[in-house]
């Protein structure tokens, strides 16, 4: 019997919906597999574990999750409750960055059954490949004076190791998919950090004489995303410019909802981190109704990365054939709940698999 041992932290919100759906999906493909069991252990780090204990997470938190296999994680914010730069900032982004889990991987691509709002969406098929330790997001900054004499800098953090390093898993895995890459850039109007984004991917392409290369202004690639998604195969991204793109990503799929991500540790020091691209959505959350594919989807990214590819499978042609029998939530045009989306992916895998 292969065990893995998760690490489950449902957060804030529809993460609380979301979450026990997709372990019930896990619980069933163990079933389906019959060598493979999960084991958890629930976090309930979140805003409200913040109003009580005045942290997101206890103070030995990284060192409870680190043995595990792998981490699935919800959505965290409660604006309501904590400063999103808070509570984002003491759980999410802090896994992320001790655990260096360097790399967000998130597809955007159309699945049979979903409806786009594009028109002609021509079977776009786009791997976002976030950078996700450093860029835009970096604590290096701070204010000063008050009134109107205030100051307030926020650097942007770009260094040698970590462009390189995300350029090169958009290398690698664009040529495992169609051998294209489009690196988001925005050189003409970021005069240090974004030429020498550009000077990094330059020098890389060199050496990956097989790939085809682009380079686009991320405000030009912003509309190539709604006008032509069907030329984009990979697509390499700083942190905040990968955030943006990957939530365009998810709306040209047809919803939020539906979108996954991985968050990947590349040294083999600390756990990934699974977790869906939407936050924890607090104008649908208590009513049973949010969208459980994203999270689902995201099962399956974490299935295989865990080694368990076939399993993988499974799951997303379950997730495209209850997509295609209209059991859907309210986000993509359905009356479906929470739960019937679940059940209905269930089933499908059973059937699936006899
Ligand atoms: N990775 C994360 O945990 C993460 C990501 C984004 C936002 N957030 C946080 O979540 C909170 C809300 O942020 P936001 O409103 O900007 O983004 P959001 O993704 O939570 O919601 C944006 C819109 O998409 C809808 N939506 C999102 N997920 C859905 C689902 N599964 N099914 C159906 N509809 C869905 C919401 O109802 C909302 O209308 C904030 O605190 C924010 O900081 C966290
Ligand atoms: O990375 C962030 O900014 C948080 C959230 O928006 C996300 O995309 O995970
Ligand atoms: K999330
Ligand atoms: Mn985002």
Redesign the pocket.
């Known amino acids: 019997m292969k065990t893995l041992e998760l690490a489950v932290i449902p957060g804030d919100g529809i993460g609380k919906e979301v979450v026990p759906e997709a372990l019930r999906v896990l619980d069933a493909i163990a079933d389906i597999h019959g060598g493979l069991k999960f084991n958890y252990t629930h976090y309930p780090w979140s805003s409200e574990y913040y109003i009580e204990h005045g942290t997101m997470m206890p103070e030995n938190g990284l060192e409870l999750i680190k043995g595990s296999d792998a981490i699935f994680l919800g959505a965290v914010g409660d604006p309501n409750l904590v400063p999103d730069h808070i509570s ?1 900032g003491e759980l ?2 802090r896994i ?1 960055r001790e655990f260096e889990q360097v790399i ?1 991987v998130r597809p955007a691509k159309q699945l049979r059954g979903m409806v786009s709002p594009l028109s002609n969406p021509k079977n776009f098929d786009i791997l976002i490949v976030r950078e996700n330790s450093e860029g835009e ?1 970096s604590s290096s900054g701070g204010r000063v004076h008050n009134g109107i004499d205030e100051i307030v800098v926020q650097n942007a953090v770009f260094t040698k190791r970590g462009v390189s390093r995300v350029m090169e898993y958009g290398f690698e895995i664009a040529g495992k998919r169609n051998g294209h890459l489009t690196s988001a850039t925005k050189s003409n109007g970021i005069a240090h950090s974004m030429p020498f984004w550009d000077e990094v991917f330059k020098e890389m392409a060199a050496s990956y004489p097989a790939i085809k290369t682009r380079s686009e202004h991320i405000d030009a690639l912003s509309a190539f995303f709604v006008t032509r998604p069907e030329t984009l195969d990979v697509v390499v991204a700083s ?1 905040l410019f990968g ?1 943006i793109l ?2 365009l990503g998810a709306a040209i799929m047809g919803s939020i909802g539906i979108a996954p ?1 991985a968050n990947i540790n590349l040294n083999g020091k600390y756990p990934s981190m699974f ?1 869906p ?1 939407h ?1 924890s959505a607090p104008d649908i959350y208590g009513k049973g109704i949010a969208n459980p594919i994203g999270q689902i989807w995201t099962a399956k990214m974490m299935l295989d990365h865990l080694g368990e590819p076939e399993m993988g499978e499974i799951l997303l042609e379950a997730i495209e054939r209850t997509l295609e029998s209209g059991v859907k939530t309210g986000d993509i045009g359905g009356s479906s709940t929470t739960q019937e989306v679940t059940d209905a992916i269930i089933a499908a895998m059973k059937e699936q698999t006899g």
Do not use: Q, T
């Open positions: 984002l999410l982004l992320r967000n997001y942190n955030d990957s939530d991500a977790e691209v936050g």
